[in-house]
């Protein structure tokens, strides 16, 4: 299995805002967007999970052309987990993760035993089994984000979106996010800022710089201090961080 976007090309007004961008998943594999804010990650993400329409370029999920299927047929395999995630009308947190079940579900159609089933699962899994019964507009933003996910697990898709989940969040519950997507082992194509947590969790990297693909390859050979500072304009030395034995950095102007 393989989800892979070609020749991305999008425009946002007249500005061209992904150029020519082309990337490849496969099952199992945790890849990650690195690159400055405005470069492009985000956007070419929403195109990827047809919240934005790209003005050339194709997505496919194996056979299934993403950008020409239904909404319903697209998230019966990939799942997104955003970073924002508010709302103005209120729902347990058990409610909020069956409704990742809809996409398996004909209109109209009562919950069964197997959606409970797989629901607790993915409470079970994001650690939220004592939240059930909870508010989800009573949560921390943390909190809120384990349910999105959850609800996404919920869904059992076959590829998952991460469009930058974990920027908001203090330490612990961004090491929970990506821990859990991680232990699922299904295919991740994730937007992250820290670049130790992508020299962690990610399996291959793309550095995007200007809506293009500045570099790719694994973690070690992407994160040199010549190109975080071709991305990010600052100084970086890498060193063997003693705690996660990965990459760490140390920067400076």
Request: net charge neutral; charged share 25%.
């Amino acid at each position: 299995m393989e989800l892979t976007a070609k020749e991305m090309e999008i425009r946002l007004g007249k500005k061209e805002i992904v150029k020519n961008v082309s990337i490849q998943v496969k099952t199992g594999q945790f890849v990650g967007l690195i690159g400055p804010n405005g470069c492009g990650k985000s956007t070419l993400l929403k195109s990827i999970y047809k919240s934005l329409v790209p003005q050339r370029g194709s997505v496919f999920l194996n056979e299934l052309d993403v950008l020409k299927s239904s909404e319903k047929k697209v998230s019966q395999r990939l799942g997104v987990v955003g970073q924002f995630n508010e709302m103005h009308f209120d729902l347990t947190v058990q409610q909020m993760v069956m409704l990742g079940r809809t996409p398996h579900k004909r209109m109209l159609e009562s919950d069964k035993q197997e959606d409970y089933r797989i629901v607790e699962d993915a409470l079970t899994r994001t650690r939220l089994l004592d939240y059930r019964e909870r508010s989800y507009l009573s949560l921390s933003g943390g909190e809120k984000q384990r349910v999105i996910l959850a609800r996404t697990i919920a869904q059992q898709p076959e590829f998952m979106i991460l469009d930058e989940p974990t920027n908001h969040l203090d330490i612990r519950y961004q090491l929970e996010i990506l821990t859990c997507v991680k232990e699922l082992k299904i295919g991740v194509l994730a937007a992250l800022h820290d670049l130790e947590m992508a020299a962690h969790y990610c399996d291959y990297l793309y550095a995007i710089k200007d809506g293009e693909v500045y570099a790719h390859g694994i973690p070690n050979r992407v994160l040199t201090p010549e190109v975080i500072e071709a991305l990010y304009q600052v100084k970086c030395q890498t060193y063997i961080n003693p705690v996660t034995n990965g990459l760490g950095f140390a920067y400076g102007i």
